[in-house]
């Protein structure tokens, strides 16, 4: 006999689901799980796939904040109005995350939870200070982003909670929402170090405002105050971008691996930052 997959139609019934099959693999879009058991050749003992769950699909303007479900595809998001108006900074990321197939079944949720240091959509997450909204049978706790994702792999989720969404200020007045990242290829490739940045700049030319945030160079998302204290009050020009680049050296020590160096992501991390000048 195959395995079971079962297609919870809500919140309560995952529940029941889940307490009867407490190993099975949850899954939503399946772009990273699936590919993973197959990859390892585990079979669990059941699937739960959270696809027809409504609760996991909302998107809520909340006044000064703005709710997305975590059951919103890439595409979807690309495409919902509100995340445009107000988080325009996490559709950059999700336009070049994977490829069309990827965008159309993977999920906000499913790239939390596989907590790749290389997840497209951490960055930007990181920078808009999004709050991650955990649910499970006995209630509801949000956490910051920070004390969500705990490593490679690795969230503070416990068994029988699902994540069920993010919430975050809006951010559209913040001037320059930009997103980069650079792999081997071009398209279709984990990134080797990623950027997102929210600068916004005063009446006067210079940065107000600024977060920046850092992706697969250490095994979370990488902000530094140091850079952030350094941005504010100086004009947004290349000048000031390569003082910023220096400080890259002084205090952020990507990770070495087999993908690339040190000494190349910090290179790639510099570079990153000299480019933001090209969306001002
Ligand atoms: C060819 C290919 C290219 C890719 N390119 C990129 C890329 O460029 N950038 C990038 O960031 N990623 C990339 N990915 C990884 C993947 O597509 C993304 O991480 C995607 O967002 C995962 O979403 P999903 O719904 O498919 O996750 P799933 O595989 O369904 O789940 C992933 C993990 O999250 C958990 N999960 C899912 N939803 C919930 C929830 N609501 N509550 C609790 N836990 C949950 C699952 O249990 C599992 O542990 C790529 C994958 C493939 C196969």
């Given at each position: 006999?195959?395995?079971?997959?079962?297609l919870p139609?809500?919140?309560?019934?995952?529940?029941?689901?889940?307490?009867?099959?407490?190993?099975?693999?949850?899954?939503?879009?399946?772009?990273d799980?699936?590919v993973?058991?197959?990859?390892?050749?585990?079979?669990?003992?059941?699937?739960?796939c959270?696809?027809?769950?409504?609760?996991l699909q909302?998107?809520?303007d909340?006044?000064?904040?703005?709710?997305?479900?975590?059951?919103?595809?890439?595409?979807?998001?690309?495409?919902?109005?509100?995340?445009?108006?107000?988080?325009?900074?996490?559709?950059?990321?999700?336009?070049?995350?994977?490829?069309?197939?990827?965008?159309?079944?993977?999920?906000?949720?499913?790239?939390?939870?596989?907590?790749?240091?290389?997840?497209?959509?951490?960055?930007?997450l990181?920078?808009?200070?999004?709050?991650?909204h955990?649910v499970s049978?006995?209630?509801?706790?949000?956490?910051?982003?920070?004390?969500?994702?705990?490593?490679?792999?690795?969230?503070?989720?416990?068994?029988?909670?699902?994540?069920l969404?993010?919430q975050?200020?809006?951010?559209?007045?913040?001037?320059?929402?930009?997103?980069?990242k650079v792999?081997?290829?071009?398209?279709?490739t984990?990134?080797?170090?990623?950027?997102?940045?929210?600068?916004?700049?005063?009446?006067?030319?210079?940065?107000?405002?600024?977060r920046?945030a850092?992706?697969?160079?250490?095994?979370?998302?990488?902000?530094?105050?140091?850079?952030?204290?350094?941005a504010?009050g100086k004009?947004?020009?290349i000048?000031?971008?390569?003082?910023?680049?220096?400080?890259?050296?002084?205090?952020i020590?990507?990770?070495d691996?087999?993908?690339?160096?040190?000494?190349?992501?910090?290179q790639?991390?510099?570079?990153?930052?000299?480019?933001?000048?090209?969306?001002?």
């Amino acid at each position: 006999m195959g395995t079971e997959v079962f297609l919870p139609q809500s919140l309560p019934e995952f529940w029941d689901v889940h307490g009867s099959h407490p190993d099975a693999a949850i899954y939503h879009g399946g772009t990273d799980v699936l590919v993973r058991l197959k990859e390892t050749g585990r079979t669990p003992p059941a699937y739960i796939c959270l696809e027809r769950i409504p609760e996991l699909q909302a998107v809520q303007d909340c006044g000064e904040t703005l709710f997305v479900g975590a059951g919103l595809t890439h595409a979807q998001i690309l495409i919902e109005p509100n995340i445009a108006t107000h988080w325009p900074l996490l559709p950059r990321a999700v336009a070049v995350l994977g490829s069309p197939p990827i965008r159309h079944t993977g999920t906000l949720g499913g790239n939390l939870g596989t907590a790749s240091p290389a997840g497209d959509t951490l960055p930007p997450l990181y920078c808009l200070q999004a709050e991650v909204h955990v649910v499970s049978a006995s209630g509801r706790r949000s956490l910051d982003i920070r004390d969500f994702i705990l490593g490679p792999g690795h969230t503070a989720l416990q068994p029988g909670e699902l994540i069920l969404g993010v919430q975050a200020p809006k951010a559209g007045d913040w001037g320059i929402p930009h997103f980069e990242k650079v792999g081997s290829r071009q398209a279709m490739t984990c990134s080797l170090a990623s950027l997102a940045a929210l600068i916004k700049i005063a009446p006067g030319g210079c940065i107000q405002d600024i977060r920046l945030a850092w992706g697969s160079l250490g095994p979370t998302v990488i902000c530094s105050k140091a850079i952030h204290r350094k941005a504010l009050g100086k004009p947004l020009n290349i000048q000031t971008l390569n003082s910023l680049a220096d400080l890259i050296q002084e205090k952020i020590s990507p990770i070495d691996d087999q993908r690339a160096s040190i000494h190349y992501r910090r290179q790639l991390a510099q570079n990153l930052m000299l480019r933001l000048v090209s969306d001002y």
